[in-house]
Each structure stands twice: as structure tokens, then as C-alpha cells.
């Protein structure tokens, strides 16, 4: 059985005098341990079904459930859905007035009601595995870029979700800091988390999916093994996508 499930969901975004229909009816399932890279051209829908999946958007049709929870938004409200499936973006998304590991403990504390004791003993085995525990104190600003980024994977660990989600994560790094990142969701992916990734890394894409999911005007046109999908796409649609990534 799938952990996260997702059904025929439907997200319009309207303006006073447009409506556009941007995820067309996506059905998804996604195991347990499984790691699922989103590919697509710009503004197919990849950002949009993250934060559908998410709650940050609210949905126009069809359902996301979470194995043992149930239907996201009905049966789980969206506040703990939070809770169950971390994300992380392209900006961080730190509180520049906290220090790294009240970022960290402000979800377990204020959200998940835990011990401080407990939950910062656990923060602090999470910054150690990133190799920033030195950085505990340290406000935001006195962090680069790729440091950042690990704290903020580290904040959506801290919560000890059952899957997450992870948006353009190096999109705004300087080359040299795409690594470091990416060598934390590797390892991630190793020790078994569960991840949705949407990235335009494509040889850590190869490298770190189970399965390429590849989406084109809101809708999912092919799921497929990594080594499937780039070296003998089934689609057009894939094919173009790839020979345009290769110039
Ligand atoms: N808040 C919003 N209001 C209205 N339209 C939006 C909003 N967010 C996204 N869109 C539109 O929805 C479509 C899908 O956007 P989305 O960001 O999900 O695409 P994407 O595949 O992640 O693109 P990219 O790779 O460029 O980040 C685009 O046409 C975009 O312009």
C-alpha cells in the first residue's frame, strides 16, 4: 500500500478575468522509502503539486491521503499535515531574528508541544549529521547559502516527518554550494526517507530517484526508472525536454 496517495487532483489558479486549469487530474502513489524526482518544462505544475501535496494551496478537486491518517484536510487537518510531510524551498525560508536552533525547535516545541530538553537533544544530532553543530548560535545572516539550505533540511527533519518535499532546494546556491546540499539528500535518500523532489540537477536526479515522475501542462505524461526515463523517454514531450537540457 501506498504511504502518500494522491487522486485525480485538480488545482485551478483564477484572476479577476482568467482561470487557469494547472494540475489537470494528477494521480500519484508513492511508497514508503521511495524517492520520486518531479521533472518537467517551466510552469508545468511541479512547484504547484508540492505545495498542494503540502496544503499551502487549497485544491480544486480529487484527494491526497496519507496512509495511516487518511484524507488530507478532512480526515487530518492541514495544520498537522505540517507535521507529517516537511517541505523545503528554494529561499530557505529562515527566521532572520532566530538564532539556527530556534529555527530548528520552533515547530517541535510550539507545534508538536515537546520537551525542550528532548527536541534539542535531537536537533542537535540532526546539526551534527549535516556538520553544522558548531553553527548552533549562529544567526542565519552569518551563514552561506548551502549552510542554510542543510538548516532547513534539518528544521523539516526536526519534526520527524513521514515524507518530504523538496522545491528547487539548489536553484539559488553558487555551484559550489549545490554539493554540500546535495550530498545531505542523498544521504537522506540512503537512510530511507521518503522525498518528492522537484529539480533541474539532472545528474542527481539520475542519481537519487527511484522514479522520474515527468509532468507537461498540469498533467503526469510518463513515470518511469531513472535509467528508463533518460536514456529511452517514452514520450515526445520527455524527449524534447531532455534534447533542450542538452544544449
Ligand atoms: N499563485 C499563483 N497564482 C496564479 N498563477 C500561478 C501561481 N503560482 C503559479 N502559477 C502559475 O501556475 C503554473 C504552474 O506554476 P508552477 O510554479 O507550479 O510551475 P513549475 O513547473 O514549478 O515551474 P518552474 O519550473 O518554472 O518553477 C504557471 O503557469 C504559473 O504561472
Redesign the pocket.
Known sequence: MALLSIQQLQKY???KHTQ?H??QGIDLDVKKGEVIV?L????????????CINGL?PIEGGEIRLADSGVLGQDIPWTDVRQKIGMVFQNYELFGHLTVIDNILLGPLKVQKRQRAEAEQAADALLKRVGLFDRKHDYPRQLSGGQKQRIAIVRALAMNPEVILL??IT?ALDPEMVREVLDVVLRLAKEGMTMLI?T?EMSFARNVADRVVF?DH?KIVESASPDHFFDNPSTERARAFLNILAY
Open positions: 489558479y483564477s484572476s487557469s494547472v494540475l518531479i518537467g518544462p517551466s510552469g508545468c505544475g511541479k512547484s504547484t503539486l508540492l505545495r494551496e522545491d528547487e536553484a522537484v533541474h509532468m498540469g
